[in-house]
């Protein structure tokens, strides 16, 4: 039976993610983020979304008649009154900061480096790469992240590669990462 793999596909929930997904992308933890939504007023100390988190959109239960149901948080509406309340500063969050450096190295090149810039982006998740160019027109560098290179990923998580393998199973397919 052959290694086969499905195209990568942007998020089924659009920009709902979890505290965990918000988290990560500025750079704190699940519990710090989900303590910044309680200091917004978009969050109960029970974790639940405050009765305001709802009336603007900006969280969403999966199966509302259970209690102890998932809540997913819309990305763009959220972020925006985390700044605006001044609880999210306009700091560059980390992961942005190291794909930035990453790239920008990347675009110098090394001889025993042998990704290019390119190849390096398309591991990028979209939601980030309008921050990552930002920062590496910030820092001189002339690269810069197509989107649509990176708009089938919507995490940066490994692949799986598949190469000839002399003395591996029948199919001639080994898996790496």
């Keep these: 039976m052959a290694a086969t793999r499905s195209a990568p596909t942007a998020s089924p929930l659009g920009p709902w ?10 750079g704190l933890s699940a519990v710090q983020f989900g303590r910044l939504l309680i200091q917004a007023g978009l969050r109960e100390a029970n974790g639940q979304p405050s009765a305001r988190a709802i009336a603007q959109r900006v969280a969403h239960g999966l199966h509302a008649d259970q209690p102890n149901r998932q809540t ?3 990305q763009e509406r959220c972020l925006r ?3 605006e309340q001044g609880l999210l500063h306009q700091r560059t969050s ?3 900061e190291q794909w930035s450096e990453l790239l920008a190295a990347l675009f110098i090149g090394s001889p025993s480096i ?12 979209l939601e980030l790469v309008g921050d990552v160019n930002h920062q590496l027109k910030a820092k001189g560098c002339p690269f810069q992240v ?6 089938l990923r919507s995490g940066g ?8 393998s002399p003395a591996g199973p029948a199919n001639g397919l080994r898996r790496y990462g």
Aim: proline share 11%.
């Design 17 to 26: 993610r979890s505290l965990t997904e918000l988290g990560r992308l500025q």
């Design 72 to 74: 997913f948080w819309h």
């Design 81 to 83: 009154l985390l700044k």
């Design 94 to 96: 980390p992961l942005v």
């Design 114 to 125: 042998s990704t290019s810039a390119e190849q390096m982006a398309e591991e990028l998740p």
């Design 146 to 151: 197509k989107p649509q290179a990176s708009q």
């Design 157 to 164: 998580g490994p692949r799986l590669a598949c190469s000839p």
